[in-house]
């Protein structure tokens, strides 16, 4: 199965500041790549699919990016509804996988 | 609106079954399928595999197979999962989400996710 390999675990950052999430695939995943946002006690919530398309309601200051094994998710100017942990998801090659997960923290 | 609403809070003993259920509303739901994804307490998630709620077609993580059932009541627009045989280790939020199947493969992402079931294995 596909790993998925993201850094930093955790990543401490000041409302308005840049983050720079890393999601790196075990093999070739093409564009078949998601990222989620999930808050404490809450589900994940669909963020990009196909490495870089915004899902429906989500807000422009986030962006993915990237193809084959390296992707990378931004968000241009943190808000403090922003501070979380983030996931990609890989659906190139059964079974889907998710990455362990970057936590958002404020600094 | 889609909505995935689940049943509640589970505690069951090493050993027995659960079974969870996920209603869906707002979307017609045999043109969709169901996946199903776990998060053991402060861990990340987990993918348990998916069913076609138009043809009940199904496909399993293998570290599930033989423990894991998936299916779907179409009169209710209902999901539901059975794990047996529940260790400690099963203890976790479960949670459905929709995803966009075709034949034998889930084709598009996971945009709604229901609230989550705990699941909690204790003797």
């Not at chain 1, 963020?47 to 899902?55: G, K, N, T, V, W």
């Not at chain 1, 808000?79 to 998801?89: H, I, K, N, R, T």
């Not at chain 2, 299916?71 to 209710?76: D, H, I, L």
């Not at chain 2, 203890?91 to 889930?106: M, N």
Request: aromatic share 12%.
């Amino acid at each position: 199965e596909i790993v998925l390999t993201q850094s930093p675990a955790t990543l401490s950052l000041s409302p308005g500041e840049r983050a720079t999430l890393s999601c790196r695939a075990s093999q070739n995943v093409y564009s078949y790549l998601a990222w989620y946002q999930q808050k404490p006690g809450q589900a994940p919530r669909l963020l990009i699919s196909d490495a870089s398309a915004r899902a429906a309601g989500v807000p422009a200051r986030f962006s993915g990016s990237g193809s084959g094994t390296d992707f990378s998710l931004t968000i241009s100017s943190l808000e403090p509804e922003d501070f979380a942990v983030y996931y990609c998801q890989q659906r190139s090659s059964w079974p889907d996988t998710f990455g362990g997960g970057t936590k958002v923290e404020i600094k | 609106q889609v909505h995935l609403v689940q049943s509640g809070v589970e505690v069951k003993k090493p050993g027995a079954s659960v079974k969870v259920s996920c209603k869906a509303s707002g979307y017609r739901f045999t043109t969709y399928g169901v996946t199903w994804v776990r998060q053991a307490p402060g861990q990340g998630l987990a993918y348990l595999g998916w069913i076609s709620a138009f043809d009940g077609r199904k496909k399993y993580v293998q570290n599930f197979q033989g423990r894991i059932t998936m299916t779907t009541e179409t009169s209710t627009n209902t999901a539901y999962l059975e794990l047996k045989n529940l260790t400690s280790d099963d203890s976790a939020v479960y949670y459905c989400a929709r995803a966009d199947t075709y034949g034998d493969k889930v084709i598009g992402y996971f945009d709604s996710w229901g609230q989550g079931t705990l699941v909690i294995v204790s003797s």
